[in-house]
């Protein structure tokens, strides 16, 4: 994410935060004879800033992706996507919406 931000500070900030894990809950649209269908609700992630810490930075995530999972052979796809970023209490402009895609397997 940080490679896509033009302020200096900003993508500084969120290369000092690194890799984040993303919650997300999701809800079962669909099931066909291989597949199930589902949207994912991810919460937003909250990186806190303090005394001795830049400022807080929040990141908002789109609650209209999702994706499928088949559960023969246990594949799954989806799209996550950051729709805001926020610098302390201000949201940072210049954000424009990215989509991250996965493909993998899963247990």
Same mark, same amino acid.
């Given at each position: 994410?940080?490679?896509?931000?033009?302020?200096?500070?900003?993508?500084?900030?969120?290369?000092?935060?690194?890799?984040?894990?993303?919650?997300?809950?999701?809800?079962?649209?669909?099931?066909?004879?291989?597949?199930?269908?589902?949207?994912?609700?991810?919460?937003?992630?909250?990186?806190?800033?303090?005394?001795?810490?830049?400022?807080?930075?929040?990141?908002?995530?789109?609650?209209?992706?999702?994706?499928?999972?088949?559960?023969?052979? &246990?594949?799954?796809?989806?799209?996550?996507?950051?729709?805001?970023?926020?610098?302390?209490?201000?949201?940072?402009?210049?954000?424009?919406?990215?989509?991250? &895609?996965?493909?993998?397997?899963?247990?």
């Amino acid at each position: 994410m940080a490679s896509v931000i033009t302020d200096e500070s900003v993508a500084s900030r969120l290369r000092e935060i690194g890799v984040v894990q993303v919650k997300a809950a999701y809800d079962f649209l669909q099931m066909d004879n291989v597949s199930y269908h589902f949207a994912l609700l991810p919460d937003d992630v909250i990186c806190l800033g303090g005394s001795d810490v830049p400022e807080t930075v929040k990141i908002v995530f789109s609650q209209i992706f999702g994706g499928d999972a088949d559960y023969h052979y &246990h594949n799954i796809i989806f799209n996550l996507s950051p729709t805001e970023l926020w610098v302390g209490d201000k949201k940072y402009e210049p954000f424009q919406q990215l989509v991250y &895609h996965y493909e993998g397997t899963y247990e």
